[in-house]
């Protein structure tokens, strides 16, 4: 059955390839963003995948995005929380605005999300959530308290409302991607990047269409007995 998906962070990096992947399993998908109008609007020329702006750090904006995707597309029954960022320091260097700008945007979008599609799913009785959360959330990382404290916080999130959930026939689900062939990961220096490398048992980065394939296959209506998960893409990277 073609359902409705909603994916933040979903015209660039990751959240990119988990958009077309879920189009690619036979969904209608609406992907939001934040920054880089221009990008955004390539992206859905390009896929055919509509785009709405919002800040998913700000509670009301989400209210008001849901709304408009409801109206425009439908029912919303599948959410991937992606949208994230990175603002790094030392904890003895990091400003308040570091901290709170990356909890914000990267756990608070949980809440903000959620809360604006949980009770229609509730009432149809059907939902798949699904949180992007990151290796650095289970084993930590140098220089990303405020990153590794939401990614983790990711995870106790999706454990509790898979509970909640259950019921209701909405499973609620996390993936934990290690360092995949991003822009983002682009930008880490070439000696430090092999070093990455190194560390990672497959021996290469991941790919974002591998986390697409893994939303997809926890999207699916036959993953309806999956719940409360964490799924690690790491190329066996860190063993949770």
């Known amino acids: 059955m073609q359902r409705l998906a909603l994916v933040t962070g979903g015209t660039r990096g990751l959240g990119q390839a988990i958009s077309l992947a879920l189009k690619a ?33 700000v509670y009301a904006s989400c209210g008001l995005g849901v709304a408009e ?6 029912p919303i ?21 570091q901290w709170w700008n990356v909890i914000n945007t990267n756990l608070g979008s949980m809440f903000n999300m959620t809360r604006h599609v949980m009770e229609g799913m509730r009432e149809r009785q ?31 999130f ?44 497959v021996g290469r980065l991941g790919t974002p269409e591998e986390i697409g394939r893994a939303v997809a296959f926890l999207a699916d209506e036959g993953a309806g007995f999956i719940t409360g998960a964490t799924l690690d893409v790491n190329g066996g990277q860190y063993l949770g």
């Open 77 to 97: 029954d599948i959410l991937v929380n992606n949208a994230g960022i990175t603002d790094d320091a030392v904890m003895h260097k990091m400003t308040p605005e």
């Open 158 to 201: 999706t454990k509790a409302l898979a509970l909640e959930c259950a019921r209701k026939h909405i499973t609620v689900n996390a993936i934990a991607p290690g360092y995949c062939d991003t822009s983002m990961v682009a930008k880490v220096a070439p000696d430090v990047l092999h070093t990455i490398v190194d560390a990672i048992p």
């Open 25 to 57: 399993a036979g969904h209608r998908v609406a992907a939001v963003y934040h920054d880089n109008a221009e990008a955004a609007q390539a992206f859905s020329q390009s896929s055919g995948i509509p785009v709405f702006h919002w800040d998913v750090s």
């Open 126 to 156: 059907y939902g798949r959530i699904i949180n992007i959360s990151s290796i650095n959330g289970e084993k930590g990382q140098i220089g990303q308290a405020n990153y590794a404290a939401a990614k983790a916080g990711i995870l106790g």
């Open 69 to 74: 995707v409801e109206h425009e597309l439908g």
